[in-house]
């Protein structure tokens, strides 16, 4: 593995007197020469902005594409998961803060070049690569050149959806798929616990769904802060208003972590209604994450009901799909193989 560091100018910025106003992300941060951004991932020198986190890997593993979560994306395949430092929001939550809070100089990484990068994932005999873990928006630059040195390879990309439209719609270019965590519904608890606005978020998703890259969602459930049956109903109508009744959506259970240490899991019974509500306003896909359930996690034809995806954690079976369509009474699904 290579060891050379070197020196990526950041897309998206313009200078400022003796500072840079970045661009990518909404949080537009005005950063002085020698300072680095909110993120950690950009620095400015003298010169320019730079991507500071370019190349820089934390945690490379091979993950069943469920694990991402991705239920309706090449079901049963796995991805080469790559995540680097850094993050643009602050959850009070993060079950990633050893990777995500650090400032990116005081983490220990590898550096590894986009082509070093893609000929591991095919050493790995993988042919999608998920830019997962941190927030990968952050980490631009290198998830284009990674794309770029290998573009037979799938891209999957798991990110908070904080970034700015016109990169957003760059990305949506190389992107195949992407889960987006809609972290609540209000805007207190973004700006409380995330330190981010629910509007970027939501305009994120909607351009990640209009731009035709396969799309799925992710509500992690806290208890207390927003797992009120009326705030997730308001996510779900959401859904159905802006996007499809065929976007997947995950409700999580969350678990004690970072500087939420005093909230407890989340009950079981409290994601199960929040499926609950999710498909009797009309959703069609709808699935409970961090539990083992008997068919919760199961897919189901929309049309005539039959299960045609069967799982287990991340055990997978494909029981009765043909390519796209339901086997029993060939409806179609939103489902990429
Ligand atoms: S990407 Fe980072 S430096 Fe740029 S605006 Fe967002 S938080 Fe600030
Ligand atoms: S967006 Fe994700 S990685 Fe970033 S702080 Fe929140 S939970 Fe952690």
Redesign the pocket.
């Known amino acids: 593995m290579a060891v050379i560091n070197e020196r990526v100018e ?1 897309r ?2 313009e200078r400022d007197g003796d500072a840079y ?9 005005r ?1 002085p020469v020698g300072s ?7 620095r400015a020198d003298e010169d320019m ?1 730079v991507a500071y986190s370019y190349g820089k890997v934390s945690s490379v593993c091979v993950d069943p594409v469920e694990k991402k979560p991705l239920f309706h994306y090449r079901p049963g395949t796995r991805c080469f998961s790559l995540g680097g430092v ?1 993050c ?1 929001m602050s959850c009070k939550h993060c079950q990633n803060y050893a990777i995500s809070m650090l400032p990116s100089g005081k983490k220990r990484t590898t550096y590894e070049r986009p082509d070093e990068i893609v000929a591991l994932c095919r050493k790995e005999r993988q042919d999608a690569i998920a830019f997962t873990y941190n927030e990968p ?2 980490w ?1 630059e290198y998830m284009l050149d990674v794309m770029k040195a290998d573009p037979d390879l799938r891209c999957i990309v798991v990110s908070n959806g ?3 439209e016109e990169p957003l719609k760059e990305l949506c270019k190389v992107a195949d798929a992407m889960n987006i965590d809609v972290k609540g519904f209000t805007e207190d608890f973004y700006k409380e616990v995330c330190g981010a606005h629910l509007e970027d978020v939501l305009r994120s998703v909607v351009t990640v769904f209009e731009s035709g890259v396969h799309l799925e969602l992710t509500y992690l459930v806290i208890p207390g802060y927003n797992d009120s049956e009326e705030e997730v109903g308001r996510f779900c109508d959401w859904v159905l208003e802006r996007l499809s009744e065929d976007v997947p959506v995950h409700f999580t259970r969350f678990y004690p972590d970072n500087q939420m240490m005093d909230v407890p899991w989340t009950p079981v019974e409290t994601v199960m209604r929040c499926r609950e509500i999710g498909m009797g306003k009309g959703l069609n896909y709808v699935y409970v994450g961090n539990t083992l359930t008997d068919d919760a996690d199961d897919t189901y034809c929309p049309e005539c009901g039959t299960a045609v995806i069967k799982r287990l954690g991340y055990l997978v079976d494909i029981v009765s799909l043909d390519g796209d369509r339901c086997s029993c009474c060939k409806h179609k699904l939103n489902i990429v193989r």
């Open positions: 950041a998206y910025y106003i970045c661009g990518l992300c909404p949080h537009r941060c950063i680095y951004g909110r993120c950690g991932a950009r902005l850094g643009n928006m952050i631009f904080l970034i700015c």
